[in-house]
């Protein structure tokens, strides 16, 4: 109990030194470029340093993570500081409002409710968010208008499709959906074919927001399932790029096949067949 009640004390201490800190960097004698942002600027950043911790999770280094979660917690505090200096709210009111959030959508946890798995977590959780919409303004209560408007096209397409299922409208199985990218395909095809352009960025849009719903439908996150074919391909490329210089030559200089075998030989290199 000591250590807890140490570590607590710690952390209201750092707290109050962070708050202190983004204060001093906001007033007038502070910095001229902080006092200058826009919840607008510090919005995009925020973006930007979520990104960098999800890719210090993927480099798997303790280090860089605290650092980035770090960077992730500043552009947050800094956002609450802008909010208080217009008598908006601070901190203490976000850190409450999602405490209380918490506590109120775990009831089988801090209530009387009882769980038997995860899908009833899952049923209990949208029941009372679909509780909370109520009372609030219109386009705020329709169920794929809680999806974030800021969000990555994939990942939106992601969670529009996953609001939509959540309350039935939703294939029975892959196939269905399969047939369905099949079908976009074809129409995708048929407008490249007339060459029309509208048409066919139209059909683009069509099949990749199916291919979306594909991947949510067998459980794989479409923004992982990018991030990761595009780490293949950059290793892969840059092996091509490797093997070249080593032999005196540059890309532009390399025909198609001797690229091609290069790649082969590095798919061949991470056990692929």
């Given at each position: 109990?000591?250590?807890?009640?140490?570590?607590?004390?710690?952390?209201?201490?750092?707290?109050?030194?962070?708050?202190?800190?983004?204060?001093t960097l906001r007033s007038p004698d502070g910095c001229p470029w902080d006092r200058r942002q826009t919840r607008e600027d510090i919005g995009r950043y925020l973006i930007d340093e979520a990104?960098?911790?999800?890719?210090?999770?993927?480099e798997g280094s303790a280090d860089h993570l605290k650092e980035e979660l770090g960077d992730l917690l500043f552009h947050i505090f800094f956002l609450?500081?802008?909010?208080?200096?217009?008598?908006?709210?601070?901190?203490?009111?976000?850190?409450?409002?999602?405490?209380?959030?918490?506590?109120?959508?775990?009831?089988?946890?801090?209530?009387?409710?009882?769980?038997?798995?995860?899908?009833?977590?899952?049923?209990?959780?949208?029941?009372?968010?679909?509780?909370?919409?109520?009372?609030?303004?219109?386009?705020?209560?329709?169920?794929?208008?809680?999806?974030?408007?800021?969000?990555?096209?994939?990942?939106?397409?992601?969670?529009?499709?996953?609001?939509?299922?959540?309350?039935?409208?939703?294939?029975?199985?892959?196939?269905?959906?399969?047939?369905?990218?099949?079908?976009?395909?074809?129409?995708?095809?048929?407008?490249?074919?007339?060459?029309?352009?509208?048409?066919?960025?139209?059909?683009?849009?069509?099949?990749?927001?199916?291919?979306?719903?594909?991947?949510?439908?067998?459980?794989?996150?479409?923004?992982?399932?990018?991030?990761?074919?595009?780490?293949?391909?950059?290793?892969?490329?840059?092996?091509?790029?490797?093997?070249?210089?080593?032999?005196?030559?540059?890309?532009?200089?390399?025909?198609?096949?001797?690229?091609?075998?290069?790649?082969?030989?590095?798919?061949?290199?991470?056990?692929?067949?």
């Amino acid at each position: 109990m000591h250590r807890i009640e140490s570590v607590k004390k710690d952390l209201e201490y750092e707290i109050r030194e962070l708050i202190k800190i983004i204060g001093t960097l906001r007033s007038p004698d502070g910095c001229p470029w902080d006092r200058r942002q826009t919840r607008e600027d510090i919005g995009r950043y925020l973006i930007d340093e979520a990104y960098e911790v999800i890719d210090a999770i993927d480099e798997g280094s303790a280090d860089h993570l605290k650092e980035e979660l770090g960077d992730l917690l500043f552009h947050i505090f800094f956002l609450a500081q802008m909010a208080e200096e217009k008598d908006e709210f601070d901190m203490a009111d976000i850190v409450r409002g999602i405490a209380e959030k918490m506590t109120r959508r775990h009831p089988h946890v801090f209530g009387d409710k009882t769980v038997n798995s995860v899908e009833d977590v899952k049923r209990i959780w949208q029941e009372i968010k679909r509780e909370e919409r109520k009372g609030k303004k219109p386009e705020k209560t329709r169920i794929i208008g809680t999806v974030g408007n800021s969000l990555p096209s994939l990942l939106k397409a992601f969670k529009i499709t996953e609001a939509a299922s959540d309350v039935g409208f939703d294939w029975e199985k892959a196939e269905e959906v399969i047939e369905k990218v099949e079908e976009e395909t074809a129409e995708f095809k048929k407008a490249l074919s007339k060459g029309n352009q509208e048409e066919i960025e139209d059909e683009i849009g069509d099949m990749l927001f199916s291919l979306v719903n594909l991947s949510r439908f067998v459980k794989v996150n479409p923004e992982v399932a990018v991030k990761t074919s595009i780490k293949k391909f950059v290793k892969r490329f840059s092996f091509i790029e490797n093997q070249l210089e080593k032999q005196g030559m540059s890309l532009p200089g390399a025909s198609m096949g001797e690229m091609d075998r290069l790649w082969n030989i590095s798919k061949e290199s991470e056990g692929k067949k």
